[in-house]
């Protein structure tokens, strides 16, 4: 291969990279600015001697907060469930086996 393509090719899955990292970064700050908003508002809507610590208080953050740690780890540790150069063996399976004939 050439050492052009190669090159190409490290920095396009570098820039992927970047993009999901990017993406998961936009993902926790609108979490986090969304959630304290929504604390603000029930806690203007508390009744008088009512305390915060209600479960339905905590429901969006809770489950919100699965997905964004399922998000986190998808970005951050896909070599854990797939194993290192996953998707580049992938792609040289795929490319495979669309050189064979159909049959």
Do not use: C
């Not at 999901?20 to 009744?47: D, E, K």
């Not at 009512?50 to 896909?78: C, R």
């Amino acid at each position: 291969m050439a050492p052009n393509f190669i090159e190409n090719d490290r920095y396009e899955r570098a820039a992927k990279r970047v993009k999901r990292i990017r993406g998961f970064y936009s993902h926790a700050v609108v979490y986090v600015v969304i959630n304290i908003m929504i604390v603000i508002i029930n806690i203007q809507n508390l009744g008088a001697g009512e305390t915060y610590f209600q479960w339905h208080n905590f429901i969006t953050l809770i489950f919100w907060g699965i997905g964004l740690m399922a998000h986190g780890l998808s970005v951050f540790m896909p070599n854990i469930i797939l194993g290192k150069d996953w998707e580049e063996r992938k792609i040289k399976e795929l490319m495979e086996k669309d050189k064979k004939p159909w049959k």
